[in-house]
């Protein structure tokens, strides 16, 4: 892949100025509790950093302060990204940058591959459920009649 074009990688690092043109707009903020340490890019930063590598929340790179001490905790960010997930950002995030690519005309659809790895599957397939005769279930309503119901 020595050839792979800028345009095509996955952006796990995202300019400030890109960040409050695309992403900024369709964040939800917390309106209780203290004000963040950290600005929303840099939360984003670690969420895109955690996404790419597939690592844990403890071993995100959170920056130390002049005591020594994390200036955030990871739980913070984990809960920041639940509540994010939680609203639909991201899926509205992923929408604008859609349409954004389709009005720019850079939108290339023979690129686009399905991917399976999220695809509930369930062995048997089709089968699950019929093992190849109809039961009916009897249910008496009154002494005198008997329905048969499926």
């Not at 992923?94 to 954004?100: G, M, P």
């Not at 599957?121 to 089709?126: E, L, R, S, V, Y």
Request: aromatic fraction near 8%; charge should be positive.
């Amino acid at each position: 892949m020595a050839n792979t074009q800028h345009w095509q990688e996955i952006p796990t690092k995202l300019a400030i100025e890109k960040f409050e043109q695309f992403v900024l707009p369709h964040l939800s903020v917390g309106s209780r509790g203290p004000a963040s340490k950290l600005t929303l890019h840099v939360v984003s930063k670690c969420i895109l950093h955690l996404l790419h590598m597939g690592c844990q929340w403890k071993e995100l790179p959170i920056s130390k302060n002049k005591e020594g001490h994390p200036e955030i905790h990871y739980t913070r960010i984990y809960r920041t990204f639940r509540r994010w997930q939680a609203t639909g950002c991201f899926d509205v995030i992923f929408a604008a940058s859609v349409v954004k690519l389709q009005e720019s005309d850079l939108l290339d659809t023979s690129i686009i591959h399905g991917d399976g790895t999220t695809s509930a599957a369930k062995k048997g397939g089709d089968n699950i459920g019929y093992n190849g005769i109809k039961r009916l279930k009897a249910i008496r309503l009154s002494p005198s009649v008997i329905v048969t119901a499926m």
